[in-house]
Antibody
Framework: QVRLQESGPGLVKPSGTLSLTCIVSGGSISRASKWWTWVRQPPGKGLEWIGEIYDNGSTNYNPSLESRVTMSVDTSKNEFSLKLSSVTGADTAVYYC???????????WGQGSLVTVSS | EIVLTQSPGALSLSPGEGATLSCRASQRVSSSYLAWYQQRPGQAPRLLIFAASNRATDIPDRFSGSGSGTDFTLTISRLEPEDFATYYCQRYGPSPPYTFGQGTRLEIK
């Protein structure tokens, strides 16, 4: 059974960089032919797709965040990462990592990691 | 960017009743890439339906999806207490960005 687990600081200062890692267990990231995805949810609000990375490093980002987002994958550690720069209070949210597989949607999700942007 | 609009925003029903949730797209969406998710409070979303009408693994058959083009529907027959949650539709292909609808909150009457 594939499991995903987010890890990273729960508090980031304004103008700083948010960094999260998603550790994948129960299956290999490499050669999985899957899209490894980040989604966020501000408190009390809906879901926002941040972007995705393929196991070969190809990425797609939400145009509204593209200038501040960087995703990477480390197949040796079986994990993938998100960096979001120049954060403000509007970036406070629960951040989820998920696995997408073509036409089958986001079938596996991490439990979510709350990141608060505050001084 | 394709915008997904879900209606109603909230729905109050009783256990045992049926529910019909709508997801309307601002442009045509390929049925191959329309999903529905359920999110209970404090939990991560869970995939219910992919490719508009295919149930994900272990999803009860009281959940069904239908639709094409710009109009999609999630139907829940015979509501169970655990079904009261928020539901989101999402377009996830063939080209990004992959937007979510704003959600429909299903409440116990």
């Amino acid at each position: 059974q594939v499991r995903l687990q987010e890890s990273g600081p729960g508090l980031v200062k304004p103008s700083g960089t948010l960094s999260l890692t998603c550790i994948v267990s129960g299956g290999s990231i490499s050669r999985a032919s899957k899209w490894w995805t980040w989604v966020r949810q501000p408190p009390g609000k809906g879901l926002e797709w941040i972007g995705e990375i393929y196991d070969n490093g190809s990425t797609n980002y939400n145009p509204s965040l593209e200038s501040r987002v960087t995703m990477s994958v480390d197949t040796s550690k079986n994990e993938f990462s998100l960096k979001l720069s120049s954060v403000t209070g509007a970036d406070t949210a629960v951040y989820y990592c998920a696995r997408g597989s073509g036409a089958a949607g986001l079938g596996y999700w991490g439990q979510g990691s709350l990141v608060t942007v505050s001084s | 960017e394709i915008v997904l609009t879900q209606s109603p925003g909230a729905l109050s029903l009783s256990p045992g009743e049926g529910a019909t949730l709508s997801c309307r797209a601002s442009q045509r969406v390929s049925s191959s890439y329309l999903a529905w998710y359920q999110q209970r409070p404090g939990q991560a979303p869970r995939l219910l339906i992919f490719a508009a009408s295919n149930r994900a693994t272990d999803i009860p058959d009281r959940f069904s999806g239908s639709g094409s083009g710009t109009d999609f529907t999630l139907t829940i027959s015979r509501l169970e207490p655990e079904d009261f949650a928020t539901y989101y539709c999402q377009r996830y292909g063939p080209s990004p960005p992959y937007t979510f609808g704003q959600g429909t909150r299903l409440e116990i009457k």
